[in-house]
């Protein structure tokens, strides 16, 4: 078992992906964590003062009003990596088959919230959405809170079985092209990931 401790800086603006309504963010959203704990922890944390339209994405705040990324948003990203990675003849990925499952139960990482550090002050980003409908092209707009590049996380990622660290430290990479929260596709959210330490426990050692 490995435990890479990591510290993410952002290369690109990061949009925020949390629901500020509550409702909405409690039936279509929180219905991804994990357990009925963790769904209650992501209502409670998407309220932001002040007055932002309803229909605005955020990042969810921690008790000191510090926006914050959740565990499973980094095991999200990892799943999104695997799955266009394992595409790649001779890939770390490519070697996974039911990379989902193992990401699900061989990774973990050891922080519940991943705040967010930045020295500026957070922004809005607008941009128009197109999609096609049965009744023709529709366009509407898109709203979110913004966190410039430069901010930093540390997390700490636990790796149940050897034969997937240089998988991980793939999609580590991989950020650098394709990154965290919203609009992934036009670059934002991109970030480097340094490794801080990296340290060699046991099964054992993860049960006490």
Request: a neutral charge; proline letters at 3%.
């Amino acid at each position: 078992m490995m435990i890479l401790k990591c510290k993410v800086t952002t290369l690109e603006a990061m949009l925020g992906t949390a629901s500020n309504n509550k409702e909405i963010h409690s039936e279509f959203i929180a219905s991804h964590a994990p357990d009925a704990k963790s769904r209650e922890e992501e209502i409670e944390a998407v309220g932001v003062e002040g007055a932002i339209e309803k229909s605005m994405t955020v990042f969810p705040r921690n008790k000191e009003g510090v926006p914050i990324l959740w565990d499973y948003q980094i095991k999200g990203f990892f799943k999104d990596a695997c799955g266009v990675l394992r595409k790649i003849k001779g890939s770390e990925s490519s070697k996974i088959k039911a990379y989902k499952k193992e990401i699900d139960g061989l990774i973990f990482i050891d922080e519940r919230e991943i705040p967010i550090r930045t020295k500026e002050s957070i922004q809005s980003c607008q941009r128009p959405l197109r999609a096609s409908t049965p009744q023709g092209e529709r366009i509407s707009l898109a709203n979110s809170e913004e966190i410039a590049a430069g901010a930093e996380m540390e997390f700490s990622i636990r790796i149940m079985e050897d034969g997937l660290y240089k998988a991980v430290k793939e999609w580590l990479s991989y950020g650098k092209l394709r990154g965290l929260g919203q609009w992934r596709n036009s670059g934002k959210g991109r970030f480097r990931c340094e490794i801080l330490e990296e340290t060699r426990g046991s099964f054992a050692d993860f049960l006490e």
